[in-house]
Each structure stands twice: as C-alpha cells, then as structure tokens.
C-alpha cells in the first residue's frame, strides 16, 4: 500500500509556471511507474505524462515541449514541471501509480490557468 500527495497547483495567467509534486509514503519510483493525470470539469481523466522506473518520460501531445516529468527517488518525489501554461490545461492534476492489480491515487490539486 502507499499514499500520494499532490501539491504546487494554483491560479496562473497564461504563458505562466507552476510545478506540482507527488509525495509518495514509501520508496515505489525505482519500482513502479508514475503517470500524471488531469480531469477538467466535465471531460474524462487523461493521462498527461508518465515517467517509468527505469526513467523513461512520456507525455501526452497536447503537452509536449511544455511539460517535463522528473523526479528525486531520495524525497521520494515526481514533479511535473508545467510552462507555457493555457486555459485549457485548466483541470484538477492527479498523480497515480500501479502495483500489482491496484491503482493508487492522491486527493488531486487544482490547476487554473486564467488571466
């Protein structure tokens, strides 16, 4: 079992930063996989970035160039570094991860992009 917590989201204007952090309880991302995931009111939860165990980054189109997955196994920590923010990223963040047959999630942090 491990808990995740997010934090770093907030209210950016356009073009603007912001980095989220996934906390997790134990030492998993040597292990495990971490996907970043973001669900905007009304729309379906989609994956947004995944950094597997071995290091290996992936990210979903629409955020490509802008965003960047990374994280420090000693804080047992992922990041996802977020720029050149739009309205449309605009969604409340989650990060995830898979061991053995379940899925564990951390509580979400919100994500507004408004000017």
């Known amino acids: 079992q491990v808990q995740l917590v997010e934090s770093g989201g907030g209210l950016v204007q356009p073009g603007g930063s912001l980095r989220l952090s996934c906390a997790a309880s134990?030492?998993?991302?040597?292990?495990?996989?971490l996907n970043w995931y973001r669900q905007a009111p009304g729309k379906q939860r989609d994956m947004v970035a995944a950094?597997?165990?071995?290091?290996?980054?992936n990210y979903a189109d629409s955020v490509k160039g802008r965003f960047t997955i990374s994280r420090d196994n000693a804080k047992n920590t992922v990041y996802l570094q977020m720029n050149s923010l739009k309205p449309e990223d605009t969604a409340v963040y989650y990060c995830n991860v898979m061991i053995g047959p379940t899925f564990y999630w951390g509580q979400g942090t919100q994500v507004t992009v408004s000017s």
């Open positions: 134990r030492n998993i991302f040597t292990i495990y996989a």
């Open positions: 950094i597997t165990s071995g290091g290996n980054t």
